[in-house]
């Protein structure tokens, strides 16, 4: 079992930057591709962003594109999201994810409970 922890969400104006935290605990978290995911209100989950296990490589969508950075602390169990240039429909609950490297939710086996990420315009 993996546990996740997501931190760092809130309201913040459009252009304006953010950066998220995904705390593990549980099994070796080195062990696991993470992923972000995030979910608007009425829509379906979408991917965001992943890097596999040693976080040497990394996917983004291309919404968030030249915005957004994920990164890992293998050494703190923890994975990051930076967010820069938000725009207000990069609102939604964001989630991280642990499992295998895709931009697919179905390969992801642990999920956090999410935080919420509101921007204004």
């Known amino acids: 079992q993996v546990q996740l922890v997501e931190s760092g969400g809130g309201l913040v104006q459009a252009g304006g930057s953010l950066r998220l935290s995904c705390a593990a605990s549980?099994?070796?978290?080195?062990?696991?591709?993470m992923g972000w995911f995030r979910q608007a209100p009425g829509e379906e989950r979408e991917f965001v962003a992943a890097?596999?296990?040693?976080?040497?490589?990394?996917y983004y969508a291309d919404s968030v594109k030249g915005r957004f950075t994920i990164s890992r602390d293998n050494a703190k169990n923890t994975v990051y999201l930076q967010m820069n240039s938000l725009k207000p429909e990069d609102t939604a609950v964001y989630y991280c994810a642990a499992g295998s490297y895709s931009g697919t939710s179905s390969t992801y086996a642990y999920w956090g409970l999410g935080t919420q990420v509101t921007v204004s315009s």
């Open positions: 549980g099994r070796t978290f080195s062990m696991y591709a």
């Open positions: 890097n596999r296990r040693s976080g040497g490589t990394t």
